[in-house]
């Protein structure tokens, strides 16, 4: 069923990294679970009012395998193609009239979606490759792009988003966290939804009993920790008037809540802090629902970029 372009438009401002051209890319590799990555990028480019690029990495032949008579370099350019074909086919079917670009490049998919990031406004993966093993695209392209990445990736877990679902979001507690909420309520406000903030606290004793026995009341504790993330919230929901806000704080894992929200979330926007981050490693993993994977601090790193340019 294809996309209906009225329905899926919002009156909202979407973020586009400074420099950055207003593109949806999506990876492509002939595998069902790259064509859904394919339909849920057409349907955000469409929010998005974006356009779309189709992108695949055709594989390099090994060092040190001839191949004088060109054929093993034409059968797997020729594969590349019929992929692309069946995967921009797919675009169009879910949103028709959007542009949809494509682009074949022989080199590796990390090094492509890498370089394909430094324009883009968004790329889409999907959460495995061909071949079905899971993990296997988590444990090499999806990594290299949650930390060097120069604009937001999104990682398709989960099944197929449910319309009417919330959007949820971290709450880290970092000055840089602006970034991640603006973006989780834009991405509320482009689906007429809620969002629901979860910030998880590790408790300064194992016990309510415990604590209070020095004189710390336990829930005073978790309303000035309530209180403190309202107040972020606030300054991004002024933006976003229109989203409903509800806010979570947890003793704990915060991967672990997160985890268990997204079984009933149309998307889960989580801050990258590249591989040392082990809540966003945590919850592209186990993740019940696409995850949206943003760098605290990237539009700065980004300006001082172009600044010394």
């Not at 390099?60 to 054929?71: E, F, I, Q, R, T």
């Not at 069946?86 to 542009?99: I, M, N, R, V, Y």
């Not at 197929?160 to 979001?169: E, F, I, L, M």
């Not at 016990?207 to 710390?216: D, H, K, R, T």
Request: include cysteine.
């Amino acid at each position: 069923m294809g996309a209906d372009r009225a329905g899926l438009d919002r009156a909202v401002t979407h973020t586009v990294p400074i420099g950055h051209s207003n593109v949806v890319v999506v990876g492509v590799d002939g595998s069902q679970f790259s064509l859904r990555a394919v339909r849920w990028a057409a349907e955000d480019a469409v929010r998005r009012g974006a356009e779309l690029r189709l992108v695949h990495a055709e594989l390099p032949l090994p060092a040190g395998v001839p191949d004088v008579s060109k054929l093993a370099r034409s059968a797997l350019h020729d594969e590349a193609m019929d992929w692309m074909q069946e995967a921009a086919a797919t675009a169009k079917e879910t949103a028709p009239g959007l542009d949809v670009q494509t682009h074949v490049e022989v080199t590796t998919a990390a090094v492509l979606l890498g370089q394909e990031s430094e324009t883009a406004a968004l790329v889409v993966v999907g959460a495995r490759g061909r071949g079905g093993f899971e993990g296997l695209l988590l444990g090499s392209v999806a990594v290299v792009l949650s930390s060097s990445s120069w604009c937001p990736v999104v990682i398709m877990r989960g099944d197929d988003p449910v319309p009417g679902r919330s959007v949820v979001v971290g709450v880290h507690g970092a000055p840089e966290d602006w970034l991640v909420l603006d973006r989780a309520f834009e991405e509320a406000a482009a689906r007429a939804t809620s969002l629901v903030a979860v910030h998880a606290r590790k408790p300064p004793f194992e016990s309510a009993e415990l604590a209070e026995s020095v004189g710390i009341v336990w829930s005073g504790l978790d309303a000035v920790r309530q209180s403190l993330v309202a107040q972020r919230l606030a300054s991004c929901a002024d933006r976003h008037p229109g989203v409903r806000v509800e806010c979570h704080v947890v003793h704990g894992s915060a991967a672990g809540r997160l985890v268990e929200l997204s079984k009933n979330a149309a998307l889960l926007v989580v801050g990258s802090h590249g591989c040392a981050g082990a809540t966003s490693h945590t919850v592209v993993q186990y993740a019940r629902c696409p995850v949206l994977l943003v760098r605290p601090g990237l539009s700065e790193q980004i300006e001082q970029v172009h600044r010394a340019v």
